[in-house]
């Protein structure tokens, strides 16, 4: 299921990114007392009484500004309006208005999206004087906080939950419908992987890498099974990041793996895994979905004795943390194996909406325990009383024990995979909790 975005936006300086750290709970953001550090927005998820959204920080707008790169942080900002279903309007509560915040309070008006404005930097008991200057700004109600005080934030949490349409987010997804993002940096064959499974030429194909610059759905059927395709913008390093379009389509990509059942991590089979691959896998993987790596372009990879066999060997290894993941080579241009493709993104798509009842789990888990026995740690030993699983997309199991700081992290990947060799779950990460007894149970 996707979630909702909510954008910060504001002139610079006004402290934004701040407020994006102390929501996400954790420094993201660059923060300096300097206008314009933070030059490209960041993502991250947000969550506020058991609901959960996207925050995205960016740049400061400069309404006038000419220069290049306030311009290129201008256009960035206003994507991400684009895009946001609510956005956070924030100013200086010191400084009091100015001239450019009353030229992005235009630009927000004109835009017609929820705008909840905040005035921040208040960090004393009371509002000032000109505190209720903001009203001419035509945006509702102002919020009075302060970012480094954390004063006020709970306020504007509570509004922008109850902006966000849920209705459409809380929606259950089509069961029947099977959301397939494909992923990976640039000119490895996304789009022409897409054209050929559709079989008509739906999205732009070029050999310049960051043709495809939005998230583009293509809807089909197979079988009697209905399928979106979900092509996304190559995702390069930071440091060749240079275009402010292109910057932007990470984000849009990061969003696109966020809603998909399943994600195809394309590989460009003439070059092999490369760090930018293993970064674009964690993504997927972190986020829980679905992981089938198509190795593209092997038509026109030399082969040799085992060289398939080879190559799936050095994938297991490189990508060690998604070893569940299945491995394809295919050739978008010769039609090679994307019938198989897609055949193997259903069944992960099953895979991970698996259940497996309560008494099979434990018994499976006992027996792996008089198998090998549970670590312990100065003559104590770790006790499993009960698993059960609770989630689904991606499986999730309770474990109820004596004392998690026993879980050792390779007795949890050997529980791992007992599962797995029982139950299969192929093509989607497993996700394990540990409460001990009189523990709320995992939500």
Same mark, same amino acid.
């Given at each position: 299921?996707?979630?909702?975005?909510?954008?910060?936006?504001?002139?610079?300086?006004?402290?934004?990114?701040?407020?994006?750290?102390?929501?996400?709970?954790?420094?993201?953001?660059?923060?300096?007392?300097?206008?314009?550090?933070?030059?490209?927005?960041?993502?991250?998820?947000?969550?506020?009484?058991?609901?959960?959204?996207?925050?995205?920080?960016?740049?400061?707008?400069?309404?006038?500004?000419?220069?290049?790169?306030?311009?290129?942080?201008?256009?960035?900002?206003?994507?991400?309006?684009?895009?946001?279903?609510? =956005?956070?309007?924030?100013?200086?509560?010191?400084?009091?208005?100015? !001239?450019? #915040?009353? +030229?992005?309070? /235009?630009?927000? *008006?004109?835009?017609?999206?929820?705008?909840?404005?905040?005035?921040?930097?208040?960090?004393?008991?009371?509002?000032?004087?000109?505190?209720?200057?903001?009203?001419?700004?035509?945006?509702?109600?102002?919020?009075?906080?302060?970012?480094?005080?954390?004063?006020?934030?709970?306020?504007?949490?509570?509004?922008?939950?109850?902006?966000?349409?849920?209705?459409?987010?809380?929606?259950?997804?089509?069961?029947?419908?099977?959301?397939?993002?494909?992923?990976?940096?640039?000119?490895?064959?996304?789009?022409?992987?897409?054209?050929?499974?559709?079989?008509?030429?739906?999205?732009?194909?070029?050999?310049?890498?960051?043709?495809?610059?939005?998230?583009?759905?293509?809807?089909?059927?197979?079988?009697?099974?209905?399928?979106?395709? =979900?092509?996304?913008?190559?995702?390069?390093?930071?440091?060749?990041? !240079?275009? #402010?379009? +292109?910057?932007? /389509?990470?984000? *849009?990509?990061?969003?696109?793996?966020?809603?998909?059942?399943?994600?195809?991590?394309?590989?460009?089979?003439?070059?092999?895994?490369?760090?930018?691959?293993?970064?674009?896998?964690?993504?997927?993987?972190?986020?829980?979905?679905?992981?089938?790596?198509?190795?593209?372009?092997?038509?026109?990879?030399?082969?040799?004795?085992?060289?398939?066999?080879?190559?799936?060997?050095?994938?297991?290894?490189?990508?060690?943390?998604?070893?569940?993941?299945?491995?394809?080579?295919?050739?978008?241009?010769?039609?090679?194996?994307?019938?198989?493709?897609?055949?193997?993104?259903?069944?992960?798509?099953?895979?991970?909406?698996?259940?497996?009842?309560?008494?099979?789990?434990?018994?499976?888990?006992?027996?792996?325990?008089?198998?090998?026995?549970?670590?312990?740690?100065?003559?104590?030993?770790?006790?499993?009383?009960?698993?059960?699983?609770?989630?689904?997309?991606?499986?999730?199991?309770?474990?109820?024990?004596?004392?998690?700081?026993?879980?050792?992290?390779?007795?949890?990947?050997?529980?791992?995979?007992?599962?797995?060799?029982?139950?299969?779950?192929?093509?989607?990460?497993?996700?394990?909790?540990?409460?001990?007894?009189?523990?709320?149970?995992?939500?």
């Amino acid at each position: 299921m996707s979630k909702p975005i909510v954008a910060i936006v504001g002139r610079p300086n006004v402290g934004k990114s701040t407020f994006f750290n102390k929501i996400i709970g954790r420094r993201v953001s660059i923060v300096e007392d300097t206008p314009g550090v933070t030059r490209d927005r960041i993502i991250a998820e947000a969550e506020w009484s058991s609901k959960h959204f996207l925050m995205i920080d960016t740049g400061g707008i400069e309404p006038d500004s000419e220069e290049v790169i306030p311009a290129q942080m201008r256009e960035q900002a206003l994507i991400a309006m684009d895009m946001a279903d609510v =956005i956070l309007f924030m100013v200086d509560g010191k400084e009091g208005l100015t !001239n450019a #915040d009353r +030229e992005v309070a /235009s630009m927000l *008006r004109r835009k017609g999206k929820d705008v909840i404005l905040i005035a921040n930097k208040i960090d004393n008991i009371g509002v000032p004087d000109d505190f209720y200057d903001l009203y001419e700004l035509g945006l509702g109600d102002p919020y009075a906080v302060s970012s480094v005080n954390m004063t006020g934030l709970g306020e504007v949490l509570d509004a922008i939950l109850e902006k966000i349409p849920w209705a459409i987010y809380d929606k259950d997804d089509d069961e029947d419908n099977v959301k397939i993002a494909i992923i990976g940096k640039p000119n490895v064959g996304k789009s022409s992987i897409v054209n050929a499974i559709v079989g008509e030429n739906r999205v732009i194909v070029s050999n310049i890498a960051g043709t495809t610059r939005d998230s583009i759905d293509t809807p089909f059927e197979k079988d009697g099974t209905k399928y979106t395709l =979900i092509d996304t913008a190559g995702i390069r390093r930071r440091s060749k990041v !240079n275009e #402010d379009v +292109e910057k932007f /389509s990470v984000i *849009r990509a990061i969003a696109a793996i966020e809603r998909c059942d399943v994600a195809l991590l394309v590989i460009d089979g003439t070059e092999g895994v490369t760090e930018q691959d293993k970064k674009i896998a964690g993504m997927a993987h972190e986020a829980g979905k679905g992981i089938i790596t198509v190795v593209n372009k092997w038509d026109i990879v030399p082969k040799e004795t085992n060289t398939m066999k080879k190559m799936a060997e050095e994938i297991s290894g490189q990508l060690s943390f998604m070893n569940y993941a299945p491995v394809l080579f295919t050739s978008a241009i010769k039609g090679q194996r994307l019938s198989q493709v897609i055949d193997t993104a259903k069944a992960v798509s099953e895979n991970r909406a698996m259940r497996v009842s309560t008494g099979q789990l434990n018994t499976l888990i006992q027996d792996a325990m008089m198998m090998n026995n549970p670590p312990s740690d100065k003559g104590k030993r770790l006790k499993i009383y009960y698993v059960t699983q609770i989630g689904v997309k991606p499986p999730l199991f309770s474990f109820q024990v004596n004392d998690r700081e026993l879980m050792h992290f390779s007795y949890s990947r050997y529980l791992e995979n007992k599962i797995r060799d029982a139950y299969g779950f192929a093509g989607t990460s497993i996700k394990f909790v540990f409460r001990e007894k009189g523990e709320d149970e995992y939500l």
